[in-house]
């Protein structure tokens, strides 16, 4: 068992940055790890994805060419860039390991939440206009 603590989260302006961290106190260095986000009122939605070596990334969308997934396996942590920040990106953001020990998620497997077995409490980010 893993267990995953998310920080980085607070407010910020529209335009502004932040870069969210995931430590996790547990093996992850050989599982594909995920971030979602759930806003108040939405299910909680893929946000990126990143394989066991970071080699291999996706992203949702609507984040795509503002957010950043990486890892350092050596500190048990990923990370979640996030540039030109817009309300709309305003929500609780979780990072999840991948279930079943696998390295790697494909484009439709990585973007489903039952694809991963351990979450984070969550760190809350909002953006104000």
């Known amino acids: 068992q893993v267990h995953l603590v998310e920080s980085g989260g607070g407010l910020v302006q529209a335009g502004g940055s932040l870069r969210l961290s995931c430590q996790a106190s547990?093996?992850?260095?050989?599982?594909?790890m995920g971030w979602f986000r759930q806003a108040p009122g939405n299910e909680r939605e893929f946000v990126a994805s990143?394989?066991?070596?970071?080699?291999?990334?996706g992203y949702a969308d609507s984040v795509k060419g503002r957010f950043t997934i990486s890892r350092v396996n050596t500190k048990n942590t990923v990370y979640l860039q996030m540039n030109s920040l817009k309300r709309d990106d305003t929500a609780v953001y979780y990072c999840?390991?991948?279930?079943?020990?696998?390295?790697?998620?494909?484009?439709?497997?990585?973007?489903?939440?039952?694809?991963?077995?351990?979450w984070g409490q969550g760190t809350q980010v909002t953006v104000s206009s």
């Open positions: 999840a390991r991948a279930s079943g020990d696998r390295r790697f998620l494909g484009p439709e497997m990585r973007e489903r939440p039952e694809e991963y077995s351990s």
């Open positions: 547990g093996g992850i260095s050989t599982y594909a």
């Open positions: 990143i394989s066991w070596n970071g080699a291999a990334s």
